[in-house]
């Protein structure tokens, strides 16, 4: 798969889920390793994704994930419509979470989500209207490896 | 330490993925809490857990699991398992809890993920 003209490709991600949730990112991964980008950073990639995915399952009612390729990055963007988030700074603190019961018996809602984005992308961004929903754009540059 | 020997040890169940039991493992690390695996988990990682869905499963494939072992007697469910068997992860389910799981693993010789 060529990727001189950059490649763009959009999912839809369906709010509670549960069983379909990180299927999206699953499949992200598979198009990063066919486009052959550098392993470590589709794991990256994967993992941001998966956390991003999992969020707009627990707390939103839909959204999208939009995967795009150019020769020199990739992007990841998040974006859903569901509560948002009231406290942006508040919730990228480890630990903080507003997860119910039922998120955490998923695995998930241990205040780790948006720490984890942040921590496996290159470049982050989020903003987030309250009632309306958030996104989310994760960027993963192809040259440099982000040491971790 | 071969998927066999950990089965041996942990009087494990072969759930699916028996034809990868030669396989050898460097590492383990156990959570029940995914965002945690998610953060410590390295490729090639054993991923002990008690957490049996398939939110489980997905993030092994993330993390590039070489295994799961379920402890306390915990399965995954049709969901799991079928996509285990897809991406060619073995899964094994021991009886012993979490804490006695990682210590006869680490005590046999198999060291934590650093």
Known sequence: ?148 | MTLKEIKEILKAEVICGEEHLDEEIKFAGGSDLMSDVLAFGKPGILLLTGLSNAQSVRTAIIIEAKAIVYVRGKRPDKEGIKLAMEKGIPILSTQYMMYKTCGLLYSQGLPGVS
């Open chain 1, 1 to 148: 798969m060529g990727i001189e003209n950059g490649l763009s490709q959009t999912f839809e991600i369906t709010g509670n889920d549960f069983s379909k949730a990180g299927s999206i990112s699953t499949t992200v991964k598979e198009i990063l390793q066919e486009i052959g980008i550098d392993s470590s950073v589709i794991r990256r990639a994967a993992i941001a994704s998966y956390e991003a995915e999992m969020n707009v399952v627990m707390y939103a009612d839909k959204g999208q994930l939009i995967l795009t390729v150019t020769p020199e990055k990739f992007t990841i963007s998040v974006e859903d419509e569901g509560q948002g988030i009231e406290n942006i700074e508040l919730a990228m603190q480890e630990g903080y979470s507003t997860a119910t019961e039922e998120m955490r018996e998923m695995g998930f809602g241990a205040g780790m989500g948006l720490p984890n984005i942040k921590k496996n992308s290159d470049e982050f961004e989020i903003a987030s209207i309250p009632g309306k929903g958030t996104s989310l754009k994760m960027t993963f540059n192809l040259d440099t490896k982000k040491e971790k």
